[in-house]
């Protein structure tokens, strides 16, 4: 019977298996075989890798949170130069037209994350802002600077080309007999069509009508025995004309903004009821349904009238102190009624008289107004502007329909100033002269109403 081994040779046989079986670095992956401590240098040189990797992601990450600080100081500080323009249009329209300082002496005014700084230079009818901004502060050692400026004004220019007495924009000039355009001693009064020009028949009788200025015609000018004559020159074809205004919007908006002054209003239905007045703004009268009116006097403007507007009979005069805006139609026909402009106005500065329906001008200025009023209509008929008036000055413009100045009695009608229309009638026994100073007329807004100071188109410079 075999006998169990010893234990000192059971100690050696362990010994010896435990030796065979104790793990070490040599082993083999994918077929190589490494080394013992081969594993953690390439340990270490994989960590140094991806450190480089690190250091480089982080250098890049770091740049980019700079720069997008940078940039992000650099668009508040734009942003706070804009907010100190608006600020500055705020302040001189609600607190006096006197605000802000000159330049190089402006005080900092601290806004937001920074400090601006504003100084306004100009005149009482335009003036320049200049908003500079510092990001976080204008003492600070780094910091982010941006200066932009702005014009702003009140003024309202009307930019239309009134280069001739009477211009048809689209369809025919009508002269009739007995009718002159300019007189001997003002031959710039010349006529623009851009179709035809027609003339009068006045066999047998002498040809009465006279053009003192020029006649420039697109389409055909043969009036029958050449009348009306023409003491200028008569070009076929004219050289280029475009007419260039602002928007009817523009003249509605100023009609309802501003200093105000408001006259003598009666409804006609009921009679000598006095006008309705909005609560809220009041630049706006409620006039009575078609065919009752707002019967006005004295000084008005600027003003919205919602419906039609008439004068007084007998005798009554308005004075247009600013935009009058009316969605119906304008009839002045009383006996010895005149408008014309209020003495606020500066030599050479007009307004502007809008209606969304026809003007009658029927009154009688016997003695010369002082400015000019354009009356512009925007119906569509053959009688959008019916003038009867002796003595007006006045510019009237009817893109949609047709101007007409009408022999409303034994003297006949007679106006100074200027012509745009759709068409044109000059009926018989009336008389036209051109004021050379249309082109030059300033139909917006007066410096005495005082409108919201509004940024320049183009003036907004970032230097």
Request: include cysteine.
């Amino acid at each position: 019977m075999p006998t169990r081994p010893r234990l000192k040779s059971n100690k050696k046989l362990i010994t010896r298996n435990n030796k065979r079986l104790t793990p070490g670095f040599k082993f083999r992956v994918s077929g190589f075989k490494f080394a013992r401590g081969q594993i953690l240098i390439l340990a270490l040189a994989f960590l140094t890798i991806i450190l480089i990797l690190s250091a480089s992601l982080f250098g890049k990450i770091a740049n980019y949170v700079r720069f997008g600080k940078v940039n992000t100081d650099t668009q508040q500080a734009t942003f706070l130069a804009e907010a100190g323009i608006d600020y500055a249009t705020f302040k001189i329209n609600t607190d006096t037209t006197g605000y802000g300082d000159p330049c190089g002496s402006a005080s900092l005014i601290s806004l937001g994350t920074g400090q601006i700084e504003i100084c306004v230079t100009g005149s009482s009818t335009e003036k320049t802002i200049t908003s500079t901004a510092y990001i976080p502060t204008k003492t600070a050692a780094k910091k982010i600077k941006r200066a932009i400026s702005a014009s702003i004004s009140q003024t309202v220019p009307l930019e239309v080309n009134f280069g001739y007495a009477a211009v048809s924009l689209e369809e025919d000039i009508t002269i009739e007999s007995n009718v002159t355009v300019g007189t001997s001693v003002n031959p710039t009064s010349s006529i623009y069509s851009k179709r035809n020009i027609i003339g009068n028949y006045p066999f047998p009788l002498p040809c009465t009508s006279r053009v003192y200025g020029d006649v420039n015609v697109v389409g055909t000018f043969n009036p029958p025995f050449y009348c009306p004559t023409v003491a200028g020159t008569t070009n076929t074809p004219p050289p280029p004309y475009f007419v260039t205004g602002l928007t009817p919007s523009v003249w509605k908006g100023l009609a309802q903004d501003g200093n105000y002054v408001v006259g003598t209003c009666k409804l006609s239905n009921p009679f000598n009821v006095d006008c309705p007045i909005d609560p809220i703004n009041p630049r706006i009268t409620t006039c009575p349904p078609e065919p009752g009116s707002c019967i006005i006097s004295g000084t008005w403007g600027p003003h919205l009238f919602n419906g039609n507007v008439s004068c007084v009979n007998p005798d009554s005069s308005i004075g247009v102190y600013g935009t009058l805006y009316i969605t119906g139609w304008l009839r002045l026909n009383c006996t010895g009624h005149r408008i014309g402009l209020d003495g606020s106005f500066a030599v050479g500065a007009s307004t502007v008289v809008l209606a969304e329906q026809e003007i009658w001008l029927n009154s009688d200025h016997q003695t010369p107004v002082s400015g000019y009023i354009l009356f512009y209509s925007l119906a569509t008929t053959d009688e959008a502007i019916v003038v009867g008036d002796r003595g007006i000055q006045a510019a009237l413009w009817t893109p949609n329909g047709r101007t007409k100045l009408n022999d409303s009695d034994v003297l006949g009608s007679s106006i100074s100033g200027c012509i745009l229309g759709k068409s044109v009638l000059l009926t018989s026994g009336t008389n036209l002269i051109y004021y050379s100073g249309c082109p030059a007329l300033d139909f917006g807004p007066t410096s005495s109403q005082l409108l919201s100071w509004t940024i320049k188109k183009g003036s907004y410079q970032l230097k």
